[in-house]
């Protein structure tokens, strides 16, 4: 039977106590609780014990036990703690904790659905915080944040243990950087001997990759380092198949379309190129490359592709470049069933010295390869610095064989074909293509074209057809006896010298100056001018050689001045008015003693009149001038 205490005193019991009413411990450090206690529900405990079979409250030697509803009287029951009346620390019968909430979802729970709760661990410290472990929920989101806090700077550190040895594994300095594998990061992210995989499979074992798949699997493309020969390339693959689009190998060549270095792609064997570009099985021209400029505007910002050389010897250098230096080479291939062989080739190289800063001369050069031989040997055309270009296969650096651009300057020869009998022997001029004026005029050598003659037999043009000219008449150069001025279509005499005079007296014949001229004989009279200056063997800079070419022009003039073209045969309008076809012109002395003409029929003619005409009247010209056959008396 159980004892009863009923009112209030002191008592000890040695069975079960039965409570009817109130109990209250005044001296709860004396309680020695050795059995069992049991409260009904709605008892709090901290002030009373209802003894009943929903909770008890236990120490069985080993463990403090507190059975809360232990027979599931009440259903869903909890365990909890409150602080000030407000819930602190919740067990459900899911053995879910939680922290700060009456309903925890998981097997522990920190926060009460706002932002305010985390999980801390704490140094305790005064002044700033010194918290060893923090999380916590930003105050403004939803986001969580960890951190580590102290007075000084702070780092986070991970560490794991292997084979019963802790290690550092992670860190996260002050300044925010991430180090694997260091204690220092130098960067952001900063890992040292390690390595990073993104893999849709576990097949590769010797290298990283980095690959990039959708929902469905398959592969949109990926990066690896291949390290499994303990050197390393780098590949790039594409599309669905994951196939290899470029890759760059351990020695820094960079590969598309190809994943071996092709040897020997130049002058037999002795190149393996830094870049590779093939295809394989197409028949169009999918191995392009292309540079396109969007600058937006008008004018400069064009693509530029740059070959680019120095005497240094590392990257970065400088060292000034020289004479006949090569600047590079545009190389055309083609396959033999062994090896790639060289057809064609375009190269740049410095065409002079390189005197000052921003001085480059530079030349082109395009080479073919002949029938039979394996690569070009001499260029077969040359573009000087001068604008000169050299063409045939016969390269010399005094611009041979040249062709230049326009120069107003008269006497420039702008194209000049040259011949020669072998290599090395002598050359000459065959024909040179002359600047001439706005006009069209003749230069200072008369003509637009010049061809030479043949020493052997004298022939300059032999022509299987007809030669046609847009002059009527056909002339030669002859010298003037004075200094005086002989107008287009003017009757003048020839001396007894054989010179031009305007003189009756002096002429022993008379001839009529040409007006268009499509022949013209006698025409070496610019020799006596000297020698015209830009002549292959001309030495001269080129500001001393714009003032000579000045120079002889002016004196080029004054040699002109002793000498005209006088009609020898043709159609010609001559200085005579009021005449009628069939006529002839007679010439006459003026009162001056000049010359002049009169037109007269063939009846009225002497013989000694007939003999001095300069010709018969065919036409009469808008003008009124008597058009004639020429003829020399």
Same mark, same amino acid.
């Given at each position: 039977?159980?004892?009863?205490?009923?009112?209030?005193?002191?008592?000890?019991?040695?069975?079960?106590?039965?409570?009817?009413?109130?109990?209250?411990?005044?001296?709860?450090?004396?309680?020695?609780?050795?059995?069992?206690?049991?409260?009904?529900?709605?008892?709090?405990?901290?002030?009373?014990?209802?003894?009943?079979?929903?909770?008890?409250?236990?120490?069985?030697?080993?463990?403090?036990?507190?059975?809360?509803?232990?027979?599931?009287?009440?259903?869903?029951?909890?365990?909890?703690?409150?602080?000030?009346?407000?819930?602190?620390?919740?067990?459900?019968?899911?053995?879910?904790?939680?922290?700060?909430?009456?309903?925890?979802?998981?097997?522990?729970?920190?926060?009460?659905?706002?932002?305010?709760?985390?999980?801390?661990?704490?140094?305790?410290?005064?002044?700033?915080?010194?918290?060893?472990?923090?999380?916590?929920?930003?105050?403004?989101?939803?986001?969580?944040?960890?951190?580590?806090?102290?007075?000084?700077?702070?780092?986070?550190?991970?560490?794991?243990?292997?084979?019963?040895?802790?290690?550092?594994?992670?860190?996260?300095?002050?300044?925010?950087?991430?180090?694997?594998?260091?204690?220092?990061?130098?960067?952001?992210?900063?890992?040292?001997?390690?390595?990073?995989?993104?893999?849709?499979?576990?097949?590769?074992?010797?290298?990283?990759?980095?690959?990039?798949?959708?929902?469905?699997?398959?592969?949109?493309?990926?990066?690896?380092?291949?390290?499994?020969?303990?050197?390393?390339?780098?590949? !790039?693959?594409?599309?669905?198949?994951?196939?290899?689009?470029?890759?760059?190998?351990?020695?820094?060549?960079?590969?598309?379309?190809?994943?071996?270095?092709?040897? *020997?792609?130049?002058?037999?064997?002795?190149?393996?190129?830094?870049?590779?570009?093939?295809?394989?099985?197409?028949?169009?021209?999918?191995?392009?490359?292309?540079?396109?400029?969007?600058?937006?505007?008008?004018? *400069?910002?064009?693509?530029?592709?740059?070959?680019?050389?120095?005497?240094?010897?590392?990257?970065?250098? !400088? *060292?000034?470049?020289?004479?006949?230096?090569?600047?590079?080479?545009?190389?055309?291939?083609?396959?033999?069933?062994?090896?790639?062989?060289?057809?064609?080739?375009?190269?740049?190289?410095?065409?002079?010295?390189?005197?000052?800063?921003?001085?480059?001369?530079?030349?082109?050069?395009?080479?073919?390869?002949?029938?039979?031989?394996?690569?070009?040997?001499?260029?077969?055309?040359?573009?000087?610095?001068?604008?000169?270009?050299?063409?045939?296969?016969?390269?010399?650096?005094?611009?041979?064989?040249?062709?230049?651009?326009?120069?107003?300057?008269?006497?420039?020869?702008?194209?000049?074909?040259?011949?020669?009998?072998?290599?090395?022997?002598?050359?000459?001029?065959?024909?040179?293509?002359?600047?001439?004026?706005?006009?069209?005029?003749?230069?200072?050598?008369?003509?637009?074209?010049?061809?030479?003659?043949?020493?052997?037999?004298?022939?300059?043009?032999? +022509?299987?057809?007809?030669?046609?000219?847009?002059?009527?008449?056909?002339?030669?150069?002859?010298?003037?006896?004075?200094? !005086?001025?002989?107008?287009?279509?003017?009757?003048?005499?020839?001396?007894?010298?054989?010179?031009?005079?305007?003189?009756?007296?002096?002429?022993?014949?008379?001839?009529?100056?040409?007006?268009?001229?499509?022949?013209?004989?006698?025409?070496?009279?610019?020799?006596?001018?000297?020698?015209?200056?830009?002549?292959?063997?001309?030495?001269?800079?080129?500001?001393?050689?714009?003032?000579?070419?000045?120079?002889?022009?002016?004196?080029?003039?004054?040699?002109?001045?002793?000498?005209?073209?006088?009609? !020898?045969?043709?159609?010609?309008?001559?200085?005579?008015?009021?005449?009628?076809?069939?006529?002839?012109?007679?010439?006459?002395?003026?009162?001056?003693?000049?010359?002049?003409?009169? +037109?007269?029929?063939?009846?009225?003619?002497?013989?000694?009149?007939?003999?001095?005409?300069?010709?018969?009247?065919?036409?009469?010209?808008?003008?009124?001038?008597?058009?004639?056959?020429?003829?020399?008396?």
């Amino acid at each position: 039977m159980a004892s009863v205490i009923r009112g209030s005193g002191e008592s000890t019991l040695g069975g079960a106590l039965d409570v009817q009413g109130v109990l209250t411990y005044e001296d709860v450090t004396s309680v020695d609780a050795v059995g069992i206690i049991t409260a009904q529900a709605g008892v709090d405990i901290s002030n009373t014990i209802v003894p009943n079979n929903d909770s008890t409250i236990r120490y069985d030697d080993t463990d403090f036990v507190i059975n809360v509803d232990p027979n599931n009287v009440r259903g869903s029951s909890k365990f909890k703690i409150n602080v000030d009346t407000v819930n602190a620390v919740t067990i459900d019968d899911n053995r879910r904790i939680g922290i700060g909430t009456n309903n925890p979802d998981e097997l522990l729970e920190v926060g009460n659905g706002t932002a305010v709760g985390g999980l801390k661990v704490s140094g305790q410290s005064t002044g700033i915080t010194d918290e060893g472990l923090t999380f916590d929920w930003v105050s403004s989101g939803s986001a969580a944040r960890f951190f580590s806090e102290s007075a000084g700077d702070s780092i986070i550190q991970f560490y794991t243990t292997s084979s019963g040895t802790r290690g550092e594994r992670l860190r996260i300095t002050s300044d925010g950087k991430i180090g694997i594998g260091t204690d220092n990061p130098q960067a952001q992210f900063d890992m040292l001997h390690g390595a990073i995989r993104l893999s849709r499979t576990a097949s590769y074992t010797s290298h990283v990759e980095f690959g990039i798949t959708h929902a469905g699997a398959s592969d949109y493309g990926s990066l690896y380092f291949d390290n499994s020969n303990a050197t390393g390339d780098y590949v !790039f693959r594409t599309t669905s198949s994951n196939s290899e689009k470029l890759r760059i190998t351990s020695d820094g060549r960079v590969l598309l379309g190809i994943q071996t270095p092709r040897a *020997g792609v130049f002058n037999t064997n002795l190149i393996t190129p830094f870049f590779q570009m093939e295809s394989a099985g197409q028949v169009d021209h999918n191995r392009m490359m292309t540079l396109v400029s969007n600058p937006g505007s008008t004018g *400069g910002y064009e693509p530029v592709f740059i070959f680019g050389k120095s005497r240094g010897t590392s990257a970065g250098d !400088f *060292g000034a470049v020289g004479n006949n230096d090569g600047l590079g080479i545009i190389s055309f291939q083609g396959a033999d069933g062994a090896e790639l062989v060289e057809a064609a080739r375009i190269s740049a190289a410095v065409d002079g010295a390189v005197n000052t800063a921003n001085d480059m001369p530079g030349r082109l050069d395009f080479w073919v390869t002949k029938d039979g031989a394996s690569a070009p040997v001499n260029p077969t055309m040359r573009i000087h610095n001068t604008g000169y270009m050299n063409v045939g296969g016969y390269i010399d650096s005094n611009d041979i064989n040249r062709l230049n651009g326009i120069n107003s300057l008269q006497g420039t020869h702008i194209a000049t074909i040259s011949g020669y009998q072998s290599t090395g022997g002598s050359t000459q001029d065959t024909m040179l293509f002359n600047a001439v004026n706005a006009s069209g005029s003749a230069n200072a050598s008369g003509c637009a074209v010049k061809v030479y003659r043949n020493d052997t037999t004298l022939r300059s043009i032999n +022509a299987a057809g007809t030669v046609n000219t847009g002059g009527n008449d056909y002339a030669e150069y002859m010298v003037k006896a004075g200094d !005086f001025t002989i107008a287009k279509g003017d009757i003048c005499g020839v001396n007894a010298q054989g010179k031009l005079t305007n003189v009756f007296a002096d002429a022993v014949t008379f001839v009529v100056k040409s007006t268009d001229p499509s022949y013209v004989g006698g025409d070496t009279w610019d020799t006596a001018a000297g020698e015209e200056p830009g002549g292959y063997d001309d030495t001269r800079t080129g500001e001393e050689l714009e003032a000579a070419k000045v120079a002889y022009q002016e004196q080029l003039e004054i040699v002109r001045q002793t000498v005209d073209r006088i009609a !020898f045969s043709g159609q010609t309008p001559v200085n005579v008015t009021g005449s009628t076809p069939g006529q002839h012109i007679i010439p006459t002395a003026n009162s001056d003693g000049s010359i002049s003409g009169t +037109a007269k029929s063939e009846g009225d003619l002497t013989l000694a009149e007939y003999m001095s005409s300069v010709g018969k009247v065919i036409a009469i010209e808008e003008d009124g001038r008597a058009k004639i056959i020429v003829k020399v008396s």
